[in-house]
């Protein structure tokens, strides 16, 4: 639906469909195709031109080439409450971050990429259409939020390791 509106204002928006199980790659290909999307599965090597609505990511292993594919990433599993999935991966690729309101799985790293501007939450479909539409249109505050996103991964960098330098001081006492 969110897709669907935005093709009527930018004609030339490509979505990059990426299914969490692989059992869901030829459903959600069959679902795209009844949609009336022109859909392209990656695994299929296809090119993708100017009249592709859908690039279906159908194979393992490519998120992160994916979403460096992309102006911005709705980060799904948060529209429902299944907790999200990570905004991280998005965010260290300098992409600003949608998501729906459930992130009970990353409430942490939610809370930090909300606060530095980096992350977008919305409620449905149709606040996900104007969400994206905004990026497209405000490019300065879409380039704002993939910077706020990589200092976030900045700061964090090396966290395990000083948790693990902690533990050892706390050991050799």
Known sequence: AAHRQLLASHPDALLILVPRHPERFNPVFELCR???FATVRRSSAEAVTAATSVLLGDT????LFLYA??????VGGSLVPNGGH???EPAALAKPVLSG??????LEIAAQLRSAGALQEVEDAQGLAVAVQ????LPRDAQRMAEAGLKVMRTNQ???QRLLDGLGRLIDR
Request: aromatic share 14%; hydrophobic share 50%; glycine share 10%.
């Open 34 to 36: 009844q949609q009336g």
């Open 158 to 160: 090396g966290a395990l």
């Open 134 to 137: 905004r990026l497209f249109e």
């Open 60 to 63: 393992m292993g490519e998120l």
């Open 69 to 74: 594919l992309a102006d911005s990433a709705f």
């Open 86 to 88: 990570n905004l991280l």
């Open 101 to 106: 309101p459930h992130l009970f799985n990353f």
